[in-house]
């Protein structure tokens, strides 16, 4: 069974975590929503907090070769808490270095900027983070989904039906050779 993280905590976009979860269990991947404390993180959508979803496992519980695939929501809160962490960083960072499939939507591509895994990549993201994205060395390109060697990314909720489809076509696939930070 395909095991896959889903790294968050407090103020993600909601459709951006609840869809692709929806979507992986849906093909029967195990996954875990991962997040600093144990307890629950609260949700955005539409300009308000919204849902809570459970956390399955804080970080402090868990490594990259547990997972076989990251999944990063964005939301504007979110990603700016997570890039804070070093060991959110340093768990994003080692889905690279073991060649594991990482997707990323909307504003989650700023965590991949701390992580510095972005130089040299093609990717998108939500289009007011083109210019951070560049800065760091990406490749940005304005499309639905971009799949770069096992690095799924995406725009906008509305991206969504083909964001899940192709990260769940990468976790199937597995490990990349050419994925690399």
């Known amino acids: 069974m395909k095991k896959v993280a889903i790294l968050a905590t407090n103020g993600f976009?909601?459709?951006?975590?609840k869809s692709?979860?929806?979507?992986?269990?849906k093909e029967g991947f195990q996954v875990d929503v991962v997040s600093f404390e144990a307890g629950e993180i609260k949700g955005?959508?539409?300009?308000?907090?919204?849902n809570s979803y459970?956390?399955?496992?804080?970080?402090?519980?868990?490594?990259?070769?547990?997972?076989n695939a990251l999944m990063l929501p964005g939301g504007v809160i979110n990603p700016d808490l997570v890039r804070r962490e070093e060991k959110a960083l340093t768990f994003v960072r080692d889905f690279f270095k073991q060649e594991k499939p990482v997707a990323a939507i909307c504003h989650a591509?700023?965590?991949?900027?701390?992580?510095?895994?972005?130089?040299?990549?093609k990717l998108t993201s939500f289009?007011?983070?083109?210019?951070?994205?560049?800065?760091?060395?990406?490749n940005w390109v304005d499309q639905e989904v971009v799949v770069d060697?096992?690095?799924?990314?995406?725009?906008?909720?509305?991206?969504?039906p083909a964001f899940?489809?192709?990260?769940?076509?990468?976790?199937?696939e597995g490990k990349h050779e050419e994925q690399h930070a």
């Open 44 to 50: 955005w959508a539409d300009g308000n907090w919204s």
């Open 109 to 121: 591509p700023q965590i991949l900027i701390s992580a510095g895994v972005v130089e040299g990549r």
């Open 149 to 160: 060697q096992g690095f799924v990314t995406s725009r906008n909720p509305d991206d969504l």
């Open 164 to 172: 899940n489809s192709k990260l769940i076509e990468e976790v199937k």
């Open 54 to 67: 459970k956390v399955d496992k804080t970080l402090n519980q868990v490594s990259a070769s547990d997972y």
């Open 127 to 138: 289009k007011s983070i083109k210019d951070d994205l560049v800065n760091a060395g990406a």
């Open 20 to 25: 692709p979860k929806e979507a992986m269990e």
């Open 13 to 17: 976009e909601e459709s951006e975590l």
